[in-house]
């Protein structure tokens, strides 16, 4: 099947993002919308939205990746994850107008732009669904949680470790203040939250809640289909994996009729083999075709 792949340019608040549109012959009403996170362009990492970009629209369903402002070729100050809501809504303006008959989009994002997708997609009747891919949902207390569960605990089942530790070659000082560390991070936050809870100071609505509150807020807004795809070997998906364990309100979320969570064993968080990529982009491909027929 013939694809046409168009350079596009969307204006977002005087700064030109610069874009590309893939358009298939005769594409489904639901097109698909990649949002770049972390220090990349459009082309990802290992140039997995490109490749998956063209594996999409080779199967009729239209798609535009782009660079949002301060990013690969597009203009601007380079800014957060989190304020980037403007550049979605100019890029989905720009999407609709190159593909005539589109009716919705799924925005597909990994790590941050996963966060930054949940943000904006309840504010647009256009988005139709998430895929989200390794949510960032990053703190200081949740990352020491996870680097003591899947690292620590793991290192006293090297073999290495206890080579050194026999070898008296082993950091007794070095480590234990390392863990220390890790447990002042995971004890004081919760301290400190309890507290300004009992004040009323924590406000469940407030758009400045910690970053796993304010992911989950936005999802229940949001009240859509949601695709959580998950890596095995990744640190990020982890401490996501831990946040939902911890949380009632991100269990509730996740048994929602309407959210799926595919856990894939073995892989790294960017997909880095043509395995882990072409199979993360069958697992979308199908998901998106199952929206286009709801």
């Excluded at 100019?90 to 790590?111: E, M, N, Q």
Aim: with cysteine.
């Amino acid at each position: 099947m013939k694809t046409i792949e168009t350079p596009v340019v969307c204006s977002c608040q005087s700064d030109d993002l610069i874009g590309i549109v893939h358009q298939p012959e005769s594409p489904l009403k639901v097109g698909v919308l990649i949002v770049v996170g972390g220090p990349q362009y459009r082309v990802g990492s290992h140039r997995q939205f490109v490749l998956m970009a063209r594996m999409l629209a080779d199967n009729h369903i239209a798609v535009m990746r782009f660079d949002y402002r301060g990013m690969g070729d597009s203009e601007g100050v380079v800014r957060s994850f989190s304020d980037v809501d403007e550049d979605i809504k100019s890029a989905l303006d720009v999407f609709y107008k190159h593909t005539p008959g589109l009716r919705g989009v799924v925005i597909w994002g990994l790590c941050d732009a996963a966060s930054a997708s949940a943000f904006y997609a309840y504010q647009d009747k256009r988005v139709k669904g998430l895929v989200l891919l390794n949510p960032w949902v990053f703190t200081e207390q949740g990352a020491a949680k996870t680097y003591l569960k899947h690292y620590y605990l793991q290192r006293l089942c090297s073999p290495a470790l206890w080579c050194k530790v026999f070898s008296f070659q082993f950091d007794y000082q070095k480590s234990f203040s390392s863990i220390a560390l890790m447990l002042k991070k995971i004890v004081l936050p919760s301290i400190e939250n309890a507290s300004l809870m009992r004040q009323g100071v924590i406000d469940l609505v407030d758009p400045n809640l910690s970053l796993p509150d304010r992911v989950r807020e936005c999802l229940f807004r949001f009240k859509r289909p949601i695709l959580f795809i998950l890596s095995g070997r990744d640190l990020t998906a982890d401490e996501f994996r831990g946040v939902v364990k911890s949380c009632e309100k991100w269990q509730l979320l996740l048994e929602g009729c309407e959210v799926s969570t595919v856990d894939l064993a073995g892989m790294d968080h960017t997909f880095s083999s043509q395995k882990w990529r072409d199979e993360v982009s069958q697992i979308t491909l199908n998901w998106v075709k199952e929206q286009s027929l709801k």
